[in-house]
């Protein structure tokens, strides 16, 4: 009888938890979830390699490059910042799930949630700045290939460039400074700031005609032209 009691006495202290009842799905369900979160991370990691090794690398390497390359590098940052956000998404759900499921423990739920939504909004922000930035690239790059005319072809481009380049050149230094590619980036409809201007230059505040001749015919095979 002494034994029944203790018996009922044991059961008495259990504490309930979900994952008592239904262990192996438990189990299954958070590995499930914390591996698909850390899938997707390394997975949007890996999808910029490619571009990361090719463009961005070299770019850091020659001033010719970095300008030229600094479109690729936002786009590659979003893809990461994205896969990242998302893979935290599923890492995040499966602990609050095994909290809520299992041992709840209120201040840890509270912690899960409030580091969540601060990394998500960083994040959030991060990608937002880096969308406006991506716009005005673009629009820059449109704007810097359609002011050489439209009868560029193969053929004459570098004419085209040079002609163009020497009427960025205000001062007729043979260097194009940011405020020089500012004032004309505002003469083509373009409005920029001297610090999204000198991220399109990259490390260097001024280009040479060769440095800008590059520039151009990266921008236009990046749209899909030639």
């Known amino acids: 009888h002494t034994g029944h009691d203790g018996d009922h006495g044991g059961h008495g202290h259990s504490h309930f938890s979900l994952s008592a009842y239904t262990l192996p799905f ?14 997707i991370m390394v997975f949007a990691a890996l999808g910029v390699m490619p571009s990361l090794i090719r ?3 070299p770019g850091m390497f020659s001033n010719d490059k970095a300008s030229a390359s600094h479109g690729k590098v936002l786009q590659c940052r979003m893809q990461l910042s994205r896969g990242i956000m998302l893979g935290m998404d599923f890492m995040v759900a499966s602990d609050v799930v095994e909290t809520l499921c299992g041992h709840v423990d ?4 509270i912690c899960i949630v409030a580091i969540r939504s601060w990394l998500g ?4 922000k991060e990608v937002e700045h880096m969308t406006h ?17 439209e ?10 460039i040079q002609e163009v380049f020497n009427r960025f050149d205000e001062d007729g230094s043979g260097l194009i400074s940011v405020e020089e590619l500012r004032n004309a980036l505002g003469t083509l409809g373009v409005k920029t700031t001297l610090d999204e201007v000198k991220n399109m230059l990259g490390p260097t505040e ?8 590059h520039l ?6 990046a749209s899909g032209g030639f």
Do not use: P, T
């Open 26 to 39: 438990f189990h299954v369900f958070i590995d499930a979830s914390n591996a698909i979160g850390v899938a």
């Open 55 to 57: 463009e961005i690398l």
């Open 106 to 109: 209120i201040l840890k739920l």
């Open 121 to 124: 909004w960083e994040r959030g």
């Open 133 to 149: 930035e991506l716009e005005h690239w673009k629009k820059a790059q449109n704007a810097l290939i359609s002011s050489l005319g």
């Open 151 to 160: 009868d560029v072809n193969q053929l004459n481009i570098s004419s085209k």
């Open 206 to 213: 001024e280009m040479d005609f060769h440095q800008f001749e």
């Open 216 to 221: 151009i015919r990266r921008m236009i095979i």
